[in-house]
T-cell receptor
Framework: GNSVTQMEGPVTLSEEAFLTINCTYT??????LFWYVQYPGEGLQLLLK?????DKGSNKGFEATYRKETTSFHLEKGSVQVSDSAVYFC???????????FGPGTRLSVLP | DGGITQSPKYLFRKEGQNVTLSCEQN?????MYWYRQDPGQGLRLIYY???????QKGDIAEGYSVSREKKESFPLTVTSAQKNPTAFYLC????????????FGEGSRLTVL
């Protein structure tokens, strides 16, 4: 079946540091890929998505590229802020958009 | 504003009691989902529904029940048969588009005393 593997962290960075959170997937067909962010005590918010190979999703300075050859969707940001401290989830939606698989989440702490 | 509303945000229950968590959406989405999240863990699917009057079990359906009588509403009942119900419960919805994303509510935290 489909699966998502994500670095579990926690990740601690200083403000303005470069961020990478690795995500790889296993899937049949043509899944869509997503990054969600969760702040304490809240639901998940969509950060960005990509629906086909070589697509780049971007939002609020975060970027991720759908790499079919390496089955990866790594999240990057050039300069993190304290307000980026949260838990980040990589997720995959199947061909039909019915079933979703989530990674375990990566907790990011950004220190001033 | 369109969105998903979950209630209550916090709920305490004694062992042996059933509780129902509400989920309402005004996004006109066809599909709705319930997930469970435990501390430090990812999301696990409890039930999902693609259309009114139809729903399917997810990976951890035992001890839970749902109904989908209206497009806007997908309540989850946590029964006394659920052995470890203390968790954070998340409701989500999406369009019928294959590439569509999930939209989440703010969550309901259930604590069994």
């Amino acid at each position: 079946g489909n699966s998502v593997t994500q670095m579990e962290g926690p990740v601690t960075l200083s403000e303005e540091a470069f961020l990478t959170i690795n995500c790889t997937y296993t899937a049949t067909g043509y899944p869509s890929l997503f990054w969600y962010v969760q702040y304490p005590g809240e639901g998940l918010q969509l950060l960005l998505k990509a629906t086909k190979a070589d697509d780049k999703g971007s939002n609020k300075g975060f970027e991720a590229t759908y790499r079919k050859e390496t089955t990866s969707f790594h999240l990057e940001k050039g300069s993190v802020q304290v307000s980026d401290s949260a838990v980040y989830f990589c997720a995959l939606g199947d061909n039909y958009g019915q079933n979703f698989v989530f990674g375990p989440g990566t907790r990011l702490s950004v220190l001033p | 504003d369109g969105g998903i509303t979950q209630s209550p945000k916090y709920l305490f229950r004694k062992e042996g009691q059933n509780v129902t968590l509400s989920c309402e959406q005004n996004l006109n989405h066809d599909a709705m989902y319930w997930y469970r999240q435990d501390p430090g863990q990812g999301l696990r699917l409890i039930y999902y529904s693609q259309i009114v009057n139809d729903f399917q079990k997810g990976d951890i359906a035992e001890g839970y029940s749902v109904s989908r009588e209206k497009k806007e509403s997908f309540p989850l009942t946590v029964t006394s048969a659920q052995k470890n119900p203390t968790a954070f419960y998340l409701c989500a919805s999406k369009t019928s588009l294959n590439t569509g994303e999930l939209f989440f509510g703010e969550g309901s935290r259930l604590t069994v005393l």
